[in-house]
């Protein structure tokens, strides 16, 4: 038997102590949640998983594919940013809220399929924070559940993200289908796993198109879509100039359209089902070629209001896109006042027109955004491959006018 001192139980005041330090480090724990919780609030919502459309991008039951082109916000910090180039009677009441407006307008208007910016989607010098202004600019896109995408211009890097920061975060928001740059594991390239680093610029990626569901062109993809980086700024022999699309690109885009072109069909398809050899594409970008100034001789639809401002150099961006013989019209910004379609060598080029009222513009001229409308052609028992390629534009006035409607393309096989 032990002794009875030996058997008490340990004094009271240590299991106090033992309790007081569970209490706090409790707290501690506690306070820290709350913190890490704080931080993570972007605006009124937790940081939570991304967003995704549906996927593949494809036709509609009826045979069409809507996009509405959006070219030059020039977003800067909301209501506090003002507008220019309005008339005097609009001007007191006019922000960077005029531009999302419109924007909200366009989609209820022409219920389109896809979004594409083309670039100049804030404006770097008013911007106190890149990611607040492009939550802001894309933010109808956002709520609409749309799927999207986007292509850097030459201001959107002049606040506080650079150019791979910025499509990084682009690629990250709700329904974006936006791409930093190709795939490594794209067959063209060697190099397995993230993407490509011998490839000029951020912001290059391709998006297929697939036929109309329960058709027999529903896994197969009928129309292209090429983004493309044309830079910002650049110096040649000392002498500043835009940025221009480069032959790493170029390369890319070549490896691409022939990986398409090379594609095999199911052959159980019917003959009216197939798609044509060559599926069309179209092109997005932001800095205009050097060979859109012979335009302004040449017979166009639209307003050639403004030179074109572009890169002194050509890389040879024309001959590439007639070379791999798929492009079929190219859609740009940049010149604000610019919103003709004209052709160059088979291949048009489209300016979107200016879209944000705080990028320059013409007072009394309305800020304008193109639509493009694919329309699959329709065999005697299924759908077959796109058999025109349309465009228009919508003015930000009472009616939303619609202006110069065309043809850009038609498959004359199909005809």
């Not at 709520?143 to 791979?164: C, F, I, K, Y």
């Not at 912001?203 to 044309?230: I, Q, R």
């Not at 830079?231 to 040649?236: K, P, Q």
Request: a negative charge.
């Amino acid at each position: 038997m032990y002794p009875e001192n030996l058997m008490e139980s340990p004094p009271t005041g240590k299991w106090k102590h033992s309790l007081l330090y569970l209490a706090f480090i409790t707290l501690i724990l506690h306070l820290l949640h709350n913190l890490v919780a704080h931080k993570l609030l972007l605006g009124n919502d937790t940081v939570r998983v991304k967003r995704h459309p549906d996927l593949p991008l494809r036709f509609r039951s009826d045979g069409t594919f809507k996009i509405l082109q959006v070219a030059d916000m020039h977003f800067g910090n909301g209501m506090m940013t003002r507008c220019r180039d309005v008339l005097e009677s609009e001007f007191e009441y006019c922000s960077d809220l005029n531009t999302t407006r419109f924007l909200k307008r366009m989609l209820e208007a022409e219920k389109p399929d896809f979004i594409a910016f083309t670039g100049d989607n804030i404006f770097g010098p008013s911007t106190t924070d890149a990611a607040e202004s492009l939550l802001e600019a894309f933010g109808p896109a956002l709520e609409s559940g749309l799927p999207w995408a986007a292509v850097l211009g030459n201001h959107d890097q002049e606040s506080t993200m650079n150019r791979q920061e910025l499509m990084s975060f682009i690629s990250l928001l709700d329904y974006s289908v936006s791409q930093i740059n190709p795939a490594a594991e794209d067959p063209i390239t060697p190099v397995k796993g993230g993407t490509m680093t011998d490839i000029d610029g951020f912001g290059n990626y391709n998006l297929e198109v697939y036929g109309a569901p329960g058709s027999h062109l529903m896994n197969s993809s009928v129309l292209n879509l090429f983004f493309l980086d044309s830079g910002d700024r650049a110096f040649i022999q000392g002498v500043r100039t835009y940025g221009w699309i480069k032959e790493s690109q170029l390369r890319w885009l070549r490896g691409i359209s022939q990986r398409f072109q090379g594609q095999k069909w199911d052959s159980d398809q019917s003959s009216d089902a197939l798609p044509p050899a060559t599926s069309p594409s179209l092109a997005f970008f932001h800095i205009p070629i050097l060979e859109i100034r012979k335009l302004y001789y040449e017979k166009i639809v639209g307003q050639f209001q403004e030179g074109v401002a572009c890169s002194s150099v050509n890389s040879g961006v024309l001959q590439t896109f007639v070379s791999i013989g798929d492009v079929k019209a190219v859609f740009i910004g940049h010149d604000h006042t610019n919103d003709f379609c004209g052709n160059l060598d088979g291949i048009w080029f489209c300016y979107g027109g200016g879209f944000g009222y705080h990028g320059y513009g013409k007072a009394g001229w309305p800020r304008r955004a193109r639509v493009i409308l694919a329309e699959l052609g329709k065999g005697d028992n299924a759908w077959m491959g796109v058999e025109t390629i349309k465009t228009w534009k919508r003015l930000d006035d009472e009616k939303l006018s619609k202006v110069d409607e065309q043809v850009l393309w038609t498959d004359q096989q199909a005809r």
